[in-house]
């Protein structure tokens, strides 16, 4: 038992195809239970993978990936009570209104239709949205739809919320909004996974950080412990220390 853990993953390996180079390769990884935690990593370095197999979405044969000790491809139910998932790419109907969508993925979480009703109202309100709230998302702008993606996300109260990219293209107030909902609700003790290519904005929101490079984990710890082992002055310099300033697409 890990009590202490909220991700444990080991020796996990992953190929998009068997004959294909493995993307993620024998990697390893433990995220504290209440950390707001940061992947970070070059393109194609393996962050969106890794989201996708940390959060079920994509099936694993080697190595194991535990969340609150539970073997993620053997749980999807208790996986899908427990966690929330921001993909980077918009997961709702731009058809219908953000409460429309919220009813529909309050649905599929099991809520019942109370709950998705003052959650909706809540999550709507929190994100400066209950003004559109009868509009359809295809008229919304690019942070209305990044704050309507995360309150997705959030509708269940996940004990993990894993976040991938959750402020790409938005503007100083929508990522202002963002990151403060992120800390309060980790604050009343939602445990965040992050990644972004923000870096002033994961120095401000992230305690733990992992840098990804090559599918493994290059290093990890509490951002001021790498900062000063490294004599880096930021989030940036240590990225580039460690993974090297050579494109990687
Ligand atoms: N569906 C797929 N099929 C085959 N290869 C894929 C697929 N998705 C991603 N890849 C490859 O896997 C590698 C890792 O991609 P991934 O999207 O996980 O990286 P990333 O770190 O999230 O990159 P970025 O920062 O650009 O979002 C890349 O070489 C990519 O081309």
């Given at each position: 038992m890990s009590r202490q853990q909220a991700l444990v993953i080991e020796k996990l390996s992953y190929s998009y195809k068997k004959t294909s180079r493995p993307i993620i390769q024998e990697l390893s990884l433990k995220v504290k239970k209440g950390s707001r935690f940061g992947l970070f990593g070059p393109n194609g370095a393996g962050k969106t993978t890794l989201m996708s197999l940390m959060t079920g979405l994509l099936p694993y044969y080697s190595g194991s990936v535990k969340l609150l000790d539970a073997e993620v491809k053997n749980n999807k139910e208790f996986i899908k009570h427990t966690i929330g998932f921001v993909p980077q790419d918009f997961s709702f109907y731009e058809e219908l209104t953000p409460a429309e969508n919220m009813e529909f993925f309050g649905a599929w979480y099991g809520l019942k239709k109370t709950a998705i009703k003052s959650t909706t109202q809540h999550l709507l309100k929190v994100m400066g949205l209950s003004a559109m709230a009868?509009?359809?998302?295809?008229?919304?702008s690019g942070g209305m739809k990044r704050r309507v993606n995360l309150a997705i996300g959030v509708m269940n109260q996940p004990a993990i919320l894993f976040l991938d990219e959750p402020t790409v293209g938005v503007d100083v107030q929508s990522r202002n909004a963002i990151i403060s909902f992120l800390k309060e609700i980790n604050a009343a003790g939602t445990t965040l996974v992050y990644t972004s290519h923000q870096l002033n904005e994961a120095e401000d929101l992230c305690t733990e950080i992992a840098l990804i490079d090559g599918g493994g984990i290059i290093t990890q710890g509490t951002l001021n412990n790498l900062l000063e082992q490294h004599q880096q002055d930021g989030l940036e310099g240590l990225f580039l220390q460690l993974t090297g300033r050579a494109y990687r697409d």
């Amino acid at each position: 038992m890990s009590r202490q853990q909220a991700l444990v993953i080991e020796k996990l390996s992953y190929s998009y195809k068997k004959t294909s180079r493995p993307i993620i390769q024998e990697l390893s990884l433990k995220v504290k239970k209440g950390s707001r935690f940061g992947l970070f990593g070059p393109n194609g370095a393996g962050k969106t993978t890794l989201m996708s197999l940390m959060t079920g979405l994509l099936p694993y044969y080697s190595g194991s990936v535990k969340l609150l000790d539970a073997e993620v491809k053997n749980n999807k139910e208790f996986i899908k009570h427990t966690i929330g998932f921001v993909p980077q790419d918009f997961s709702f109907y731009e058809e219908l209104t953000p409460a429309e969508n919220m009813e529909f993925f309050g649905a599929w979480y099991g809520l019942k239709k109370t709950a998705i009703k003052s959650t909706t109202q809540h999550l709507l309100k929190v994100m400066g949205l209950s003004a559109m709230a009868n509009r359809p998302l295809k008229e919304f702008s690019g942070g209305m739809k990044r704050r309507v993606n995360l309150a997705i996300g959030v509708m269940n109260q996940p004990a993990i919320l894993f976040l991938d990219e959750p402020t790409v293209g938005v503007d100083v107030q929508s990522r202002n909004a963002i990151i403060s909902f992120l800390k309060e609700i980790n604050a009343a003790g939602t445990t965040l996974v992050y990644t972004s290519h923000q870096l002033n904005e994961a120095e401000d929101l992230c305690t733990e950080i992992a840098l990804i490079d090559g599918g493994g984990i290059i290093t990890q710890g509490t951002l001021n412990n790498l900062l000063e082992q490294h004599q880096q002055d930021g989030l940036e310099g240590l990225f580039l220390q460690l993974t090297g300033r050579a494109y990687r697409d």
